[in-house]
């Protein structure tokens, strides 16, 4: 059985690897100023996430879709997270294997600290670069994207 390998075209190339330099380049920069603050990208998200949530609360499992992450993953990740009081986990009455995860006071304080700081890093390394235009672009680009990953997710 053979396949017919559909080789990238030039221009295709220049841009993949243009997509991969933008993320590799804004992800660095965003997470080296987390840090500095003492926060991964993951901490942030899931103190983002929680913040956002009623009661401040979601499941395991809907925070580990959100972030493309196995539940077993987050729940090591939320394990070291609860361990500096940023969250708390608490049986899921709904899901006897899961958990809720409870943003803490601290933790929203924590939050609350950092935002200002990582949405002026996300503007330094991104969004102060590009144009309306661009945003609308990157926005249908996703959109297409997602549409696609999701018809894909559905054959």
């Known amino acids: 059985m053979s396949t017919t390998v559909r080789w990238l075209t030039a221009d295709e190339d220049r841009a993949w690897r243009a997509f991969l330099r933008i993320t590799v380049a804004v992800r660095t920069g965003t997470a080296r100023d987390l840090a500095g603050l003492g926060l991964s990208e993951p901490d942030y998200e899931v103190l983002s996430t929680l913040s956002e949530r009623p009661g401040n609360t979601s499941t395991l499992g809907e925070q580990a879709v959100k972030m493309g992450w196995s539940r077993s993953r987050l729940s090591r ?73 999701n018809d894909a997710g559905q054959a």
């Open 77 to 149: 990740h939320a394990t070291r997270m609860e361990t500096r009081e940023l969250l708390r986990r608490s049986p899921d009455p709904e899901d006897g294997r899961g958990c809720l995860l409870t943003l803490t006071d601290h933790g929203l304080s924590v939050l609350d600290e950092a935002a200002p700081a990582h949405l002026a890093s996300v503007r330094h390394h991104f969004m102060d670069h590009l144009t309306a235009a661009d945003l609308t672009a990157l926005e249908d680009i996703a959109r297409r994207l997602d549409e696609a990953g």
